[in-house]
Nanobody, 128 residues
Framework: QVQLVESGGGLVQAGGSLRLSCAASGRAFSNFFVMGWFRQAPGKEREFVAAIRWGGGSTYYADSVEGRFTISRDIAKGTCYLQMNNLKPEDTAVYFC????????????????????WGQGTQLTVSS
C-alpha cells in the first residue's frame, strides 16, 4: 500500500505562484513508481497536470501547464512537489496527487484510471 498526503493549496491572485506538496509513504513505494498531479474543477472531469518518474526523475506535462508548472521530487523526504507559476483563474481546481507502479517500463500514465493510489486533494483558488 501507498499513502499520499497533499498540502499547500490556498488562495492566490492571478499571476502569482504556489507550491503543492505530496508526501508518499508505504512499504510498496519504490523507484518503479510514477507520481502524478491531477486537477478537477467543479463540473469537469479530472485532468492530468504533470507526472514524474520516481527513479530517474523524468517529467512530462499537460500542454495547458507546460512552461508554467514544474514537478519535482525529493527522494530523501519521499515528497513530490508541483511548483505553479503565473497562475490563471482557469487553474482553479482541487489538485490531487496520485501514484502508479510501472515496473521496469517506460510507461507514461496520463489518465486517472491508470493510477492506483490517490491523495485526498487540496484546493487551489486563483482570483482574477
Amino acid at each position: 500500500q501507498v499513502q499520499l498526503v497533499e498540502s499547500g493549496g490556498g488562495l492566490v491572485q492571478a499571476g502569482g505562484s504556489l507550491r503543492l506538496s505530496c508526501a508518499a509513504s508505504g512499504r510498496a513505494f519504490s523507484n518503479f513508481f510514477v507520481m502524478g498531479w491531477f486537477r478537477q474543477a467543479p463540473g469537469k472531469e479530472r485532468e492530468f497536470v504533470a507526472a514524474i518518474r520516481w527513479g530517474g526523475g523524468s517529467t512530462y506535462y499537460a500542454d495547458s501547464v507546460e512552461g508554467r508548472f514544474t514537478i519535482s521530487r525529493d527522494i530523501a523526504k519521499g515528497t513530490c512537489y508541483l511548483q505553479m507559476n503565473n497562475l490563471k483563474p482557469e487553474d482553479t481546481a482541487v489538485y490531487f496527487c496520485a501514484a502508479k507502479y510501472i515496473g521496469p517500463t517506460n510507461n507514461r500514465p496520463k489518465t486517472p484510471d491508470e493510477y492506483t493510489y490517490w491523495g485526498q486533494g487540496t484546493q487551489l483558488t486563483v482570483s482574477s
